[in-house]
């Protein structure tokens, strides 16, 4: 969470010199999707907080997990004070930079990867994932499509329902961004 902030910080702390330079979302989108043969769960927010800094190619993604929304109220409340300890663990966050160089002021989709910590659950890991870039005017969309396995962020599942929970939860991330004002 340290971690989050010190990114945030910098990153705002630059937008006061290059403002041009520094894009964000705060209703960027993120659906999860869990397939069993016993039951599929899904949840989607569109509250997830997104800025890139087009100079030095940081990224940072914040959701609060209480946003996210379950066609099912139980599922959510399971969701929340059973599976994500959301009190304990309010948010779930990605900071990282992307590793190509992405001219910024050319319209074009341009496929990225993204090496950076994923912190859900209060554990941290490692990972590069894959997305696409699109740049069409004065506003930029990150997509990505990835997967988080529940144990790599001990996220305990009761015996009762490991068949209903998937071991990998399927994530996709929608975020269109416009220059920081």
């Keep these: 969470m340290k971690n989050i902030i010190i990114m945030l910080v910098a990153l705002i702390g630059l937008s006061i010199s290059a403002t041009a330079q520094i894009y964000r979302t705060s209703n960027g989108k993120i659906d999860f999707f869990s397939k069993t043969p016993v039951e599929d769960i899904e949840a989607h927010s569109t509250t997830t907080v997104v800025l890139l800094n087009t ?3 940081d990224v940072v993604f914040q959701v ?3 946003s996210f929304n379950f066609p099912n109220k139980l599922m959510q409340e399971h969701f929340n004070e059973k599976y994500m300890e959301s009190e304990k663990y309010a948010n779930s966050t990605f900071s990282g930079k992307i590793n190509e160089t992405i001219d910024y002021t050319k319209d074009g989709t341009y496929d990225v990867t993204v090496t950076g910590k ?5 554990v941290e890991q490692v990972r590069t994932i894959t ?3 699109t740049v069409k005017g004065q506003s930029i969309q990150l997509v990505s499509d990835f997967k988080v396995k529940v144990a790599d962020h001990k996220i305990e599942i009761p015996k009762l329902v490991t068949a209903k929970i998937a071991e990998e939860i399927e994530v996709h991330v929608d975020a269109t961004l416009a220059p920081k004002k």
């Design 55 to 57: 100079k030095t190619n």
């Design 131 to 133: 997305g696409k870039i």
């Design 118 to 122: 994923l912190n859900v659950h209060g």
């Design 64 to 66: 609060l997990n209480t």
